[in-house]
Structures are given as C-alpha cells and as structure tokens.
C-alpha cells in the first residue's frame, strides 16, 4: 500500500550513510578552499555597507 496521498502518515527523512556523508563533505571542503582567500568583490561590498545603512536607519525610526 502506498503512502502517498495519506496525510497521517509521515514519510522517515531519507538517510545517508556515513560513505556517503564523509565523500559529500569532502566534497563540500574541496569547493570551498578555492574561493575561501578571494577577495570580496566591491559591488558585493558597496551591496552590505547599503544594507547595514538601512538597517541603522530602521533602527533609529524605531528607537
């Protein structure tokens, strides 16, 4: 009997064994050491300074 369509009935979340857990991390690891030293790029820099000047002046009208 299938459980689709049965509300009541809660599917177990599927699992990943320890293989395959360790080669996705490793993975994961691998992708990130290459961008980890790069430098910000100034229009993403310029983007969060916009930001935190929007949330201080939320924060004003707030206060």
């Given at each position: 009997m299938s459980s689709k369509g049965n509300?009541?009935?809660?599917?177990?979340?599927p699992r990943l064994g320890p293989d395959d857990r360790e080669q996705i991390g490793a993975h994961l690891q691998a992708v990130?050491?290459?961008?980890?030293?790069?430098?910000?790029?100034?229009?993403q820099?310029?983007?969060l300074l916009a930001l935190r000047r929007?949330?201080?002046?939320?924060?004003?009208k707030e206060a």
């Open positions: 509300l009541d009935q809660k599917a177990s979340p990130f050491s290459e961008i980890e030293g790069q430098p910000i790029p100034d229009e820099i310029d983007l929007v949330e201080r002046e939320l924060g004003r």
